[in-house]
T-cell receptor, first 115, second 110 residues
Framework: NAGVTQTPKFRVLKTGQSMTLLCAQD?????MYWYRQDPGMGLRLIHY???????AKGEVPDGYNVSRLKKQNFLLGLESAAPSQTSVYFC??????????????FGPGTRLTVL | GQNIDQPTEMTATEGAIVQINCTYQ??????LFWYQQHAGEAPTFLSY????GLEEKGRFSSFLSRSKGYSYLLLKELQMKDSASYLC???????????FGKGTKLSVIP
């Protein structure tokens, strides 16, 4: 099993450009999450999904959109990138939700720089 | 939102024991996770406490007191490879979200 994979690993964008980050998991997990991690801020939840075809907002959703068309994939889109979106983005998945003692497994991260 | 507080940095000597503390508002969470994150890598799961008390797993142990809003991670027989950030995260009952602390960067020195 590959676990949770993310593409790309690195990306540099200019302000106003768009891009999509792809997350894939092969563990048949129901729940998937997108986080961003910034120095001194910790991990913050952007959006999450509790199953195929569903998405919901997390703590910092502005400027991002997501889609979960297939159970194994969770896409994060930036329609018009801004320098404030420079960050490391982590995708995670869990079998059930964390309040029921299940563990979130993280992908390797995507380092995004917006100039 | 709920705050989770943990020290920013700690230094300890190889072979020693170190305790990393985490405090939170008692009404916020149903359980506490601890994750390890090496520089430039993804967080990896270490432990989960939902009941009060100590959970031991090899060199790592985690403790929770729900009434005090307090948890700690205890690392024994420190090794150089234990140099990493340690993230405390609270899980709400029935919630899909984890709330992470800012992490404690542990440096293990010879």
């Amino acid at each position: 099993n590959a676990g949770v994979t993310q593409t790309p690993k690195f990306r540099v964008l200019k302000t106003g450009q768009s891009m999509t980050l792809l997350c894939a998991q092969d563990m048949n997990h129901e729940y998937m999450y997108w986080y961003r991690q910034d120095p001194g801020m910790g991990l913050r939840l952007i959006h999450y999904s509790v199953g195929e075809g569903t998405t919901a907002k997390g703590e910092v959703p502005d400027g991002y959109n997501v889609s979960r068309l297939k159970k194994q994939n969770f896409l994060l889109g930036l329609e018009s990138a801004a320098p404030s979106q420079t960050s490391v983005y982590f995708c995670a998945s869990s079998l059930i939700n964390s309040g029921d003692q299940d563990t979130q497994y993280f992908g390797p991260g995507t380092r995004l720089t917006v100039l | 939102g709920q705050n989770i507080d943990q020290p920013t940095e700690m230094t300890a000597t190889e072979g020693a024991i170190v305790q990393i503390n985490c405090t939170y508002q008692t009404s916020g969470f149903n359980g506490l996770f601890w994750y390890q994150q090496h520089a430039g890598e993804a967080p990896t799961f270490l432990s989960y406490n939902v009941l009060d008390g100590l959970e031991e797993k090899g060199r790592f142990s985690s403790f929770l007191s729900r009434s005090k809003g307090y948890s700690y991670l205890l690392l024994k027989e420190l090794q150089m490879k234990d140099s990493a950030s340690y993230l405390c995260a609270g899980a709400g009952a029935g919630s899909y979200q984890l709330t992470f602390g800012k992490g404690t960067k542990l440096s293990v020195i010879p």
